[in-house]
């Protein structure tokens, strides 16, 4: 269990809102959900380098559900493996996705940058 004690905290508004505050059920609650909101959610793609609104925390979710993520072997960025292999490419006919078949073929994971950079050097 984790140890979470309430701050207390005090700020003025103006009357109008005080009043549409005091309308709320529980209007603690509701200010710390307006807060959060705005302020937005540690995201859960990059483990808490970053923000996301709810809706973008929600999608990320979702994401990782379907989604392994994998790091670059190259330069350690967190990317996310295919869900899907080259036959059940999303193209018309046969992929010919470099990056796509060096996936499946490589035992090591590169992301779309970095294989483009080894791709291009001589």
């Known amino acids: 269990m984790s140890d979470r004690r309430s701050v207390v905290m005090t700020f ?3 009357p109008e ?3 549409l505050l005091r309308d709320q059920s529980n209007t603690s609650e509701f200010i710390r959900n307006a807060v959060r909101e705005k302020i937005g959610h540690v995201c859960p793609l990059c483990q808490g380098a970053g923000r996301v609104t709810s809706l973008q925390k929600l999608s ?3 994401l990782l ?3 392994e993520q994998v790091q670059c072997s190259r330069c ?3 990317d996310f493996s295919p869900c899907h292999g080259l ?3 999303v193209h018309e006919g046969p992929c010919d996705d470099p990056w796509m078949k060096h996936l499946e073929a ?3 994971h590169l992301c779309r940058a970095c294989f483009a ?3 291009d050097s001589p």
Request: net charge negative.
């Open 17 to 19: 809102l005080a009043t």
């Open 12 to 14: 003025k508004v103006e």
């Open 60 to 62: 990320a979710q979702r």
């Open 117 to 119: 950079a080894i791709s």
């Open 76 to 78: 350690g960025v967190l």
């Open 87 to 89: 036959d059940e490419h």
């Open 65 to 67: 559900q379907t989604h």
């Open 106 to 108: 490589a035992d090591t």
